[in-house]
C-alpha cells in the first residue's frame, strides 16, 4: 500500500506562482509513475501533468504546458508541481496519483493509476 500525501496549496492570486509537493510513503517510489489531476468545482477530475519513473518522460495537459512543471525526487520520495502565471481557472484540488507500471511509463488516464493522495486545495484569486 502507498500513501501520497499532498502539501503546498493555498490561495494566490492571478500571475503567481507556487509549488505543490507530493510524499510518497513507499521504499520503492521509483518504480511508481507518477501524476497530478485536479477537479475544479462542478467540474470532473482531469489530467494536469505524468512523469516516468526515471523522470526522463513527461506530458502536460493542452490547458497547463508552458507554465506549469512536474519533477520528482526518488532520492525523496517526492514529485512537484511547479505552477507559475496561475490563472483563476486553474483553482481547483489538486490530486497526486501513483502507477505501479513496468518501463519509464507515463499515462494521462486516471483509471492507470493504483493510489491516490486526499488532495490539495489551490485558489487562484483574480
Known amino acids: 500500500q502507498v500513501q501520497l500525501v499532498e502539501s503546498g496549496g493555498g490561495l494566490v492570486q492571478a500571475g503567481d506562482s507556487t509549488r505543490l509537493s507530493c510524499a510518497a510513503s513507499?521504499?520503492?517510489?521509483?518504480?511508481?509513475?507518477m501524476a497530478w489531476f485536479r477537479q475544479g468545482p462542478g467540474k470532473e477530475r482531469e489530467f494536469v501533468s505524468t512523469?516516468?519513473?526515471?523522470?526522463?518522460?513527461?506530458e502536460y495537459a493542452d490547458s497547463v504546458k508552458g507554465r506549469f512543471t512536474i519533477s520528482r525526487d526518488n532520492a525523496k520520495n517526492t514529485v512537484y508541481l511547479q505552477m507559475n502565471s496561475l490563472k483563476p481557472e486553474d483553482t481547483a484540488v489538486y490530486y497526486c496519483?501513483?502507477?505501479?507500471?513496468?518501463?519509464?511509463?507515463?499515462?494521462?488516464?486516471?483509471?492507470?493509476?493504483?493510489?491516490w493522495g486526499r488532495g490539495t486545495q489551490v485558489t487562484v484569486s483574480s
Open positions: 512523469i516516468s519513473q526515471s523522470g526522463r518522460r513527461t
Open positions: 496519483a501513483a502507477a505501479a507500471a513496468p518501463g519509464d511509463y507515463i499515462s494521462e488516464w486516471s483509471h492507470n493509476y493504483n493510489y
Open positions: 513507499t521504499l520503492t517510489f521509483s518504480t511508481y509513475a
